[in-house]
C-alpha cells in the first residue's frame, strides 16, 4: 500500500519535470558586509546552506533568514534551468514570540528592515560546520562559508582530526524503536545548523533543511527546526511563525491562497501566491538587464509540523509597503489580537475569523484598478510554553509548482513525507565521489564503490544498477544531448559513458509510458561496473566539467500498475561543490618533471597467486617515494578496525604504509581518513591514496589450472588421465574433487611401492593394496613451493573391490600396461567409473590438499609412459591469508634530461579576438603549454617595454598557464605583435613570439 500511496501521488508531478542545468551565483550579495564586518566577533560564526538538488533552489542561513534575493542567491530559484534573475523568495525569515519579546531575521533593504534578532550559535565554525576554508566548503564568493552539507565532507566539522556529522541522521523506518540510522541521511543533501537569540533569552534552533533531486519531489524543500530552551527561565506563552514576501514576477498584480492539508490538518497550513496573468513582468527595467522566461510558478510556504501538534493557528496578508518593522506587529498578528492598541492595525485583519485571513478579500489590501496585488503574508502556531531544558520541533515546506493542479500534487507528496515517511521517500543509490586527474589532451576520471551498497529507504531493496558519465562543455549549462519523455519534453542528458550491472537488467526503464512520463532512463546493456573512465576527447586549456550520477532498476509489474517505480537518478550536480562533479582544465606536463609510477608486487613468501592484482595510478604527482605491504584476512579471521574488533566474512584487503609506519589513509574521493583493514576485493573500486588505486579482483576457489605430462624420457604417453566430470547430471560419476592450493606431481619410477586400494564413495578403510610403480610429491603452498614426498598417503581406487566380477567395472588391480589392470574396457562405463589416484596430503582427507586423479590406461594401443616421466597437477592459487605483497611508488622528481624549453608554445597563435578558450564572451586569453615548473614568463612589445608578468607555479606537475592578454594596468593590449620570454629559476631562458589580431 505504501507504494501505491507514494507513487500515485507523483504522477501530475513528473509530467512538469524541467532539464537540469545549472542555476545562479551561489553567494551573498555583499559577503564583506556580513561576513568581516569589522569588530563584530559574533558574525565570524555565520555561514549559509545551499539547497540545490531538485528543480528548486535556495540559500538558507544559520541567522533566521530562509530565503531572501536582496541578501544572496538563489532565493527560491526555480526552474533549474531558468534565468539567473528567476527568484521567487524576496524574504522569509523565522518569527519567535517568547512572553513578548520578539526574535525576528528580516533583510528588506526596501523597508528599511534590517532586523538580525537570530544570530549563528557561538562557536559554530568549528562546531556545528568546518572552520577552515577549502573551495569545497566556501561559497562562489570566496569568502562565505557552507554549514554542514550531509554530501560534503569538506563542511563537516573536525572532531579529533576527523569529519564529523554534526547533525542527525534518518530515522529507521522498518522500526523506529531502533531510533537513527547512523551514516545515513535523509534527502539528497541535509543541511545542518544551529542558531541561537541575540537577546540573552537563551532560546537555541537546531535548523535542518532537506533538499531533494528526485522526480517526485524536485519542486519543493523542507526546513526542520527543533527550539530548545537552554536557558534558565521559562516561557509560557510562545508563537513560532514566520513572514514571507514570495514574488511569482516582478509585477504587484498578484493573488494568494491558503490550503489545509487534509487528513494532516483542519485549518490552513500551506499558504501561496500566484500571477494574476502568468506572464512574468515588471513595472520598470532598471533592477535587471534581462528577465526570465518560461512558467511563472505559484510559489508557496507552510508549516507540515507545529510545537506540541498544535496546528497553524494565524494567517495574516497586507501590502508589502505595510510589512511590519515594529516588534510590536508581530506579537500581535502571531496572537491574532486585532485589539492591539497599534496604528493601522485594520490592515493586517482581513475577515471575520480573527485568526484566518480570508484569501478572497484581497482587494482590501491594495485597492487600485490593477488585477492583483502587492502581498506579503504571516502565519504561525501558538501559544505553547517551553520552561527551561524543554523543546518542541516544527517544520516548514516551500514549494512551486506550474499551474495550481501541479503545486496541488508537489504540496500532497510534501505532506506525506514529512507525516508518514519521517520526510524520507524511494530514491537513488548513494551519490558516488568522482575526482579528475586533467593530462595532456585526456582526462582521467576515478569514482567510489559506495552507491553500490545503498539500500532504498521505503523498499528496504538494495536496488543498484549502475552509473552514468556526463560531460559538459558550458559550465554546466547542458550535460550532452537532450533526452526527452514520453511526450517529447526534455528531461535529461545523453551520458557520456554508461556501466551497468551483469544482471539482465537493460534496455529502456520499462515503466516508461504516459503514466510515467519521466521513466525514460536507459538501465544499461549488462557492460559491468567499473570505477575508472578515460576520456580521450578533452581540449587542452578548455575547462571540462564532469558529473557521474547513480541509478536504481526502479520496479514495474505489469499486473499491479500502481506498484510501478521508475528507475530514480542522482541529480546531475549544479555547481563544482557537489561531489559527483569534478571540473578540470586539461594541458601539457610540466617539461622539467617526470611523473610519478609505481610496482611492481613482489610476493614475501614466494607464493603465487592467479587474483587481479594491479596498481592504477590515478594521480602521479600525488605519489610518494614509500614502500607499501598488502596482507589478506581469510573468511573468519578476526580483524581489528581501529578500535573495533570483527570478523572478516570474505576474503578482505589490509594496506598498511611501510615508509609512514601506518595503516590509515586518506581517501582521496571522499576527503575521509580510515584504516586501510578488512576491505573487500572490489576490483577497480579499491580507494583512492596517495596518487594510486589497488585493482585486486579474486578468482573463484580452488581448481585446475593445468595437468599433463611434464616430463617424457622417450614417447609421449597416450594415457588418458583426467580430474573432471566427464559424465555432468549423472549420479554415479565421479565428480571432480580438487581440494587446496598445492600442486602435485606423479614420477614414474623403476621401483614398486604398495598403495592401499578402496572403493570410493562406498567405503572408508584400505581393503587390500597394490603394488604400483609410482612416486607422489606435492609443492607446499605454505612454504612456497616447496616440494615434498607424499608417496605414503596415495590410495587407489577400484569398484571391483564391490562389484567383483562386474562387467561394468575394470579389472581388480593397477599397473601400467596399456588396456590392463587399470583400464576399463566397457564403452559405456569407461569413463563413468574409471579407477582413482587419490593424491593426498596426509591421513585426514577433511583438510588440506586432496585431488582424484581418474587414470583411464588405455586403450590397449596407447603408449605408457617410461621410468622418470613425469605428470604434473598446477593448481589456481586464489588469494589468500597467507600471501604478502610489497610494492613500491616513486614520486614525482625532476626529469634527469632537464626541461625541454623548445618545446613551449603559445595556442592559439596568432589569437584573432577570442581563442575558444574562454568562459564568456568578456574574455580573451591564450594558452603558453610545454612550460617548465616554476617559471616566469614576461610579455613585452617589439619595442621592449615590459607589459605583463605571470609566475607558473605548477606544483601538480601541470606545464600550462594562461594569459588573459591585458596589460599591469587591467586593460586589453592592442593587436601586433608581443615578445615573450620564459625563465627558469636557474636562469635558463626561452624566447618566442606572440600576435594579437583585434
Known amino acids: 500500500m505504501l507504494r501505491n500511496l507514494l507513487f500515485l501521488c507523483l504522477l501530475p508531478a513528473a509530467v512538469l519535470a524541467q532539464p537540469p542545468a545549472k542555476i545562479g551565483p551561489h553567494a551573498l550579495k555583499d559577503p564583506d558586509r556580513y561576513f568581516r564586518p569589522d569588530g563584530i566577533e559574533a558574525l565570524s560564526d555565520r555561514a549559509v546552506g545551499l539547497l540545490d538538488k531538485g528543480q528548486v533552489g535556495d540559500l538558507v542561513t544559520n541567522y533566521g533568514i530562509l530565503a531572501d534575493f536582496h541578501l544572496g542567491a538563489p532565493a527560491l530559484h526555480w526552474p533549474r534551468n531558468g534565468s539567473d534573475v528567476q527568484h521567487y523568495g524576496f524574504g522569509v525569515g523565522l518569527i519567535l514570540v517568547a512572553d513578548g519579546t520578539v526574535i525576528s531575521s528580516i533583510y528588506d533593504p526596501s523597508s528599511a528592515a534590517l532586523d538580525f534578532g537570530w544570530e549563528a550559535a ?40 576527523q569529519p564529523a556529522w554534526p547533525g542527525d541522521f534518518r530515522l529507521n523506518l522498518e522500526d523506529s524503536l531502533q531510533g537513527q540510522v547512523a551514516g545515513e541521511f535523509v534527502s539528497d543533501r541535509d543541511v545542518f545548523a544551529v542558531v541561537r537569540d541575540d537577546y540573552g533569552l537563551g532560546l537555541v534552533l537546531e535548523q535542518t533543511a532537506y533538499t531533494y533531486g528526485r522526480p517526485y519531489a524536485e519542486d519543493f524543500f523542507f526546513v526542520r527546526c527543533r527550539l530548545i530552551n537552554q536557558g534558565t527561565v521559562g516561557y509560557d506563552s510562545c508563537y513560532i511563525g514566520s513572514q514571507a514576501d514570495l514574488r511569482p514576477d516582478h509585477y504587484a498584480d498578484d493573488l494568494i491562497n491558503s490550503w489545509a492539508m487534509e487528513p494532516y490538518d483542519q485549518t490552513p497550513s500551506f499558504f501561496y501566491k500566484w500571477d494574476y496573468n502568468g506572464v512574468a513582468q515588471r513595472i520598470d527595467s532598471s533592477h535587471f538587464d534581462d528577465l526570465w522566461t518560461g512558467p511563472v510558478a505559484r510559489v508557496g510556504v507552510g508549516m507540515v509540523d507545529t510545537p506540541n501538534g498544535l496546528g497553524v493557528t494565524s494567517f495574516h496578508y497586507y501590502h508589502d509597503d505595510n510589512s511590519p518593522v515594529e516588534d510590536a506587529y508581530f506579537a500581535a498578528l502571531l496572537a491574532n489580537d486585532a485589539q492591539a492598541p497599534l496604528e493601522g492595525m485594520d490592515r493586517y485583519f482581513h475577515g471575520a475569523d480573527p485568526a484566518f485571513d480570508d484569501p478572497a478579500l484581497w482587494t482590501q489590501v491594495d485597492t487600485d484598478s490593477m488585477p492583483g496585488a502587492k502581498i506579503t503574508f504571516l502565519f504561525g502556531s501558538g501559544p505553547f510554553s517551553l520552561a527551561p531544558g524543554d523543546s518542541v520541533d516544527f517544520a516548514l515546506i516551500f514549494a512551486l509548482g506550474a499551474t495550481e493542479a501541479d503545486l496541488r500534487d508537489n504540496v500532497e507528496m510534501a505532506y506525506y513525507m514529512a507525516k508518514e515517511r519521517a520526510y524520507q521517500g524511494s530514491g537513488p543509490p548513494a551519490l558516488p565521489a568522482l575526482t579528475a586527474i586533467p593530462g595532456d589532451g585526456r582526462v582521467t576520471l576515478v569514482w567510489d564503490s559506495r ?153 614475501v613468501g614466494g607464493r603465487v597467486a592467479d587474483g587481479q592484482l594491479d596498481l592504477l595510478v590515478v594521480d602521479p604527482a600525488a605519489l610518494l617515494d614509500h614502500t607499501y605491504r598488502i596482507t589478506f584476512n581469510d573468511p573468519g579471521d578476526t580483524v581489528v578496525v581501529g578500535s573495533d574488533t570483527l570478523v572478516a566474512d570474505t576474503l578482505t584487503l589490509n594496506l598498511e604504509d ?12 571522499t576527503g575521509e581518513t580510515f584504516p586501510y583493514v578488512n576491505f573487500p576485493l572490489s576490483g577497480d573500486g579499491q580507494p583512492v591514496v596517495n596518487g594510486f588505486r589497488l585493482v585486486v579482483s579474486n578468482i573463484a576457489g580452488a581448481g585446475l589450472r593445468t595437468l599433463g605430462w611434464t616430463t ?36 614414474v619410477t623403476a621401483d614398486c611401492v604398495w598403495a592401499p586400494v578402496i572403493a570410493a564413495g562406498f567405503g572408508t578403510e584400505p581393503e587390500d593394496s597394490f603394488r604400483v610403480p609410482l612416486q607422489v610429491e606435492r609443492a607446499v ?10 608417496t605414503p598417503y596415495l ?45 593426498r596430503d596426509d591421513g585426514d582427507d577433511s583438510t588440506g590438499s586432496l585431488i582424484y586423479l581418474k587414470t583411464q590406461n588405455g586403450p590397449a594401443e596407447a603408449r605408457p609412459p617410461s621410468v622418470g616421466d613425469v605428470f604434473t597437477l598446477e593448481t589456481y592459487k586464489p588469494f589468500n591469508g597467507q600471501l604478502v605483497y610489497e610494492f613500491t611508488t616513486q614520486g614525482m622528481a ?27 564572451p568578456y574574455e580573451s586569453k591564450v594558452m603558453f603549454t610545454h612550460l617548465p615548473a616554476p617559471c616566469d614568463i614576461t610579455i613585452y612589445t617589439v619595442s621592449g617595454n615590459e607589459v605583463a608578468r605571470l609566475h607558473h607555479e605548477g606544483s601538480g606537475g601541470e606545464g600550462f598557464t594562461f594569459w588573459d592578454t591585458r596589460n599591469h594596468h587591467g586593460q586589453n593590449v592592442a593587436y601586433g605583435l608581443y615578445v615573450y620570454v620564459v625563465k627558469t629559476p636557474s636562469g635558463a631562458t626561452f624566447t618566442g613570439k606572440l600576435m594579437v589580431i583585434r
Open 712 to 747: 617424457v624420457q622417450g614417447d609421449s604417453s597416450t594415457f588418458d588421465w583426467w580430474t573432471g566430470d566427464r559424465h555432468p547430471g549423472n549420479s554415479s560419476s565421479y565428480a571432480e574433487v580438487i581440494e587446496g592450493l598445492d600442486d602435485w606431481r606423479v614420477t
Open 451 to 603: 552507491a553500490e551498497a545503498s539500500v532504498d529507504v521505503i523498499s528496504g531493496q538494495a536496488d543498484f544498477e549502475g552509473y552514468r558519465l556526463y560531460k559538459s562543455a558550458d559550465r554546466g549549462l547542458t550535460w550532452g544531448d537532450p533526452v526527452t519523455n514520453f511526450y517529447g519534453e526534455t528531461v535529461g542528458w545523453v551520458p557520456l559513458a554508461q556501466f551497468d550491472l551483469v544482471d539482465g537488467v537493460t534496455g529502456l526503464d520499462p515503466a516508461y509510458g504516459p503514466a510515467f512520463p519521466n521513466a525514460n532512463q536507459w538501465l544499461g546493456d549488462d557492460t559491468g561496473i567499473q570505477h575508472f573512465f578515460a576520456d580521450e576527447d578533452a581540449v587542452n586549456g578548455q575547462e571540462v566539467w564532469y558529473c557521474l550520477t547513480a541509478y536504481d532498476r526502479g520496479v514495474f509489474d505489469p499486473g499491479d500498475p500502481s506498484l510501478t517505480e521508475p528507475s530514480y537518478e542522482n541529480s546531475i550536480g549544479a555547481s563544482p561543490y557537489d561531489v559527483n562533479v569534478a571540473v578540470v582544465t586539461p594541458g601539457t606536463a610540466a617539461s622539467n618533471l617526470q611523473p610519478g609510477s609505481g610496482g611492481p608486487f613482489v610476493e
Open 781 to 790: 603452498y605454505e612454504t612456497g613451493g616447496e616440494w615434498v614426498d607424499a
Open 658 to 669: 611501510l615508509t609512514a609506519g601506518t595503516g590509515w589513509f586518506t581517501d582521496a574521493l
Open 122 to 161: 557561538d562557536g559554530s565554525a568549528g562546531t556545528h560546520y568546518n572552520a577552515t576554508r577549502t573551495p569545497a566548503n566556501t561559497a562562489g564568493d570566496g569568502v562565505t562559508p557552507f554549514l554542514a552539507f550531509s554530501d560534503i565532507r569538506d563542511t563537516w566539522p573536525l572532531v579529533n582530526g
Open 795 to 839: 590410495m587407489i581406487s577400484d569398484l571391483q573391490l564391490v562389484f567383483p566380477g562386474s562387467p561394468s567395472v575394470g579389472p581388480l588391480g593397477w599397473d601400467l600396461t596399456p588396456g590392463g589392470l587399470g583400464y576399463n574396457p566397457n564403452a559405456n562405463t569407461g569413463t563413468l567409473w574409471p579407477d582413482l589416484l587419490i593424491l
Open 894 to 920: 625532476d626529469a634527469p634530461q632537464g626541461p625541454d624549453l623548445s618545446q613551449i608554445k603559445v595556442v592559439p597563435n596568432p589569437l584573432i579576438v577570442s581563442s575558444g578558450l574562454e568562459s564568456n
